[in-house]
Nanobody
């Protein structure tokens, strides 16, 4: 079965950086687009970024464009989210997601995603 395990969350200061990882197993990682979402308690889960199976194409939410970078290594079945210039409003639980039928442009509204359990990112001074 699909398993996604996030790591790398923690506490960062405003303007700082963190790098999240997502280790995938149970499916052919290189065949599918992957993405990141985040959720603040009491709010809906929010799309952050998606990357195509080949890593050639990416899609970002406007709120993180220019600050976050999504990447993947198909040989390692791993995806990353490099987060720079962090802001307090980036504080959330970050989730790794895999889609078997979406594109990076439909990833945000897909209802058929596999999820990790999330990793908490806190941005505070």
């Amino acid at each position: 079965q699909v398993q996604l395990v996030e790591s790398g969350g923690g506490l960062a200061q405003p303007g700082g950086s963190l790098k999240l990882s997502c280790a995938a197993s149970g499916f052919i990682f290189s065949d599918y687009p992957m993405g990141w979402f985040r959720q603040v308690s009491g709010k809906e889960r929010e799309f952050v970024a998606a990357i195509s199976w080949s890593a050639v194409s990416t899609n970002y939410a406007d709120s993180v464009k220019g600050r976050f970078t999504i990447s993947r290594d198909n040989a390692e079945s791993t995806m990353w989210l490099q987060m720079d210039n962090l802001k307090p409003e980036d504080t959330a639980v970050y989730y790794c997601a895999a889609s078997m039928d979406a594109t990076i442009w439909t990833f945000a509204r897909s209802t058929n995603l596999h999820w990790g359990k999330g990793t908490l990112v806190t941005v505070s001074s």
